[in-house]
């Protein structure tokens, strides 16, 4: 069955440390799509980035970086010189190709708190 | 850049009324969604549908329905409103392609039924 797993209910940090938000997920397909997405305080999710199971590298967008293994089945978020401003619950989430219907799973969400 | 709105931020209802989410998208998507967010829970997808008049139901459909009458417009329907729905209610739409299939979404509805 597809899971999304993110173990780290909460994550509290202090301003310009790094943080890692964890997932891993479970899929029998060969072929799938993660996603990470941000939801501020205003409550709409915002997306981050999309990752096809084919392509392994990981990827760098200013402060923001992506580790997928598919050894360990992990889809790493690191946030580098965390700001208050990234204060939110950050989702994972797979999309399977053949369920053909874009449907996607989520995982239960990390809080991450920036103090500053 | 793609705009999802739902037509309510908040709203409070009482048990047993019939209550309509509705939500529009300006990109020309073809498909929709309706999650309900629970804490721990994560997003769980109530319906979706990928052209207008269609439907399918999700993970969690039971005590919900919808209505996809015009492309753009996706409406949650919850016929008898129970406090147990009492929840956050998000909408979604994305292109059909597979390749393209990334979901944008509204703001969310907090509803509170009571």
């Known amino acids: 069955a597809q899971k999304v797993t993110q173990a780290q209910t909460e994550i509290s940090v202090v301003e310009k440390e790094d943080v890692t938000l964890d997932c891993v997920y479970e899929t029998r397909d060969t072929t799938y799509y993660l996603f990470w997405y941000k939801q501020p305080p205003s409550g709409e999710l915002v997306f981050l980035i999309r990752r096809n199971s084919f392509d392994e590298q990981n990827e760098i967008s200013g402060r923001y970086s992506w580790n997928f293994q598919k050894s360990t089945s992990s889809f790493n978020f690191t946030i580098t010189a965390s700001q208050v401003v990234d204060s939110a619950v950050y989702f994972c989430?797979?999309?399977?190709?053949?369920?053909?219907?874009?449907?996607?799973?989520f995982g239960q969400g990390t809080t991450l708190q920036v103090k500053p | 850049d793609v705009k999802v709105t739902q037509s309510s931020r908040y709203l409070v209802k009482r048990t047993g009324e019939k209550v309509f989410l509705e939500c529009v998208q300006d990109?020309?998507?073809?498909?929709m969604f309706w999650y309900r967010q629970d804490p721990g829970l994560g997003l769980r997808l109530i319906y979706f549908?990928?052209?207008?008049?269609?439907?399918e139901k999700g993970d969690i459909p039971e005590g919900y329905s919808v209505s996809r009458e015009k492309k753009e417009r996706f409406s949650l329907i919850l016929e008898s409103a129970s406090t147990n729905q009492t929840s956050m209610y998000l909408c979604a739409s994305s292109l059909y392609r597979r390749d393209l299939n990334i979901q944008y979404f509204g703001a969310g509805t907090r509803l509170s039924v009571l």
């Open positions: 990109m020309d998507h073809e498909n």
């Open positions: 989430a797979l999309s399977e190709i053949s369920s053909n219907t874009g449907k996607l799973i």
């Open positions: 549908s990928y052209d207008v008049k269609m439907k």
